[in-house]
Structure formats: structure tokens, C-alpha cells
Nanobody, 126 residues
Framework: QVRLVQSGGGLVQAGGSLSLSCAAS????????MGWFRQAPGKEREFVAA????????RYEDSVKGRFTISRDNAKKTVFLQMNSLKPEDTAVYYC???????????????????WGQGTQVTVSS
């Protein structure tokens, strides 16, 4: 029904920037809340950022506030994650996720999302 395809990962030096994108196909994309999660080796998957359907409300994990920016373009059915001032501890596989939600709601828990992208590797060298 809803498919999410990610792109934009890679290798970057500490202090650098990367941009991730997640393109969706399927119905009713504009009413979906969308988020980003990440999973580092040997660690649990954790919340990174989320955005409501209109882009008017966002949430960020504390460690990425001021460095990462989530945005969306509903016409292109795409959500983005701009990552600046990257640190080695940001190294992880990053996953985008989507689910239906009320207009102003942002979801921050993995179990709240039904649709997931395939994941993309982000590696930050020191």
C-alpha cells in the first residue's frame, strides 16, 4: 500500500553535513505523520525527528536539536532530514517512517509507525 524508499546516506567527516530523503508511494500521503529513526551497531533503534502532515509541528531528540532539520514536501511525497555539524556518535543506519495521525500530531515512538523505509547508512568519521 504505502512504500518508502530512502536515499542520501554516505560517509562524511565530523562537522560536515548530509541530507537524507525518503520518497513515498501510495495513497493519502499528505495526512501522514513522518519521522526518522536510527540504529547504531549494538544499540536499540532510537527516535531522531518527526513532523506532522503540514510541517507546522516538529519534534527532535535532544542530542540532534539545533543540528538536524526535518522537512517535507507533500507534492513530491518526500520527507527530508538535513544533518549538520555531524558527530561520530551520529553514525547509524537511518530509517524513515510514516503513519496516519490527526492533523497536529507528531509521533515519537517506533511502535506508533506502521510504514518503514529500507534504511540508509550514515557514517561520520573523526
Amino acid at each position: 500500500q504505502v512504500r518508502l524508499v530512502q536515499s542520501g546516506g554516505g560517509l562524511v567527516q565530523a562537522g560536515g553535513s548530509l541530507s537524507l530523503s525518503c520518497a513515498a508511494s501510495g495513497p493519502t500521503f499528505s495526512i501522514y505523520v513522518m519521522g526518522w529513526f536510527r540504529q547504531a551497531p549494538g544499540k536499540e533503534r532510537e527516535f531522531v525527528a518527526a513532523i506532522n502532515w503540514s510541517g507546522s509541528s516538529t519534534r527532535y531528540e535532544d542530542s540532534v536539536k539545533g543540528r538536524f532539520t526535518i522537512s517535507r514536501d507533500n507534492a513530491k511525497k518526500t520527507v527530508f532530514l538535513q544533518m549538520n555539524s555531524l558527530k561520530p556518535e551520529d553514525t547509524a543506519v537511518y530509517y524513515c517512517a510514516a503513519d496516519r495521525a490527526p492533523l497536529g500530531v507528531v509521533l515519537t515512538h517506533q511502535y506508533e509507525y506502521h510504514y518503514w523505509g529500507q534504511g540508509t547508512q550514515v557514517t561520520v568519521s573523526s
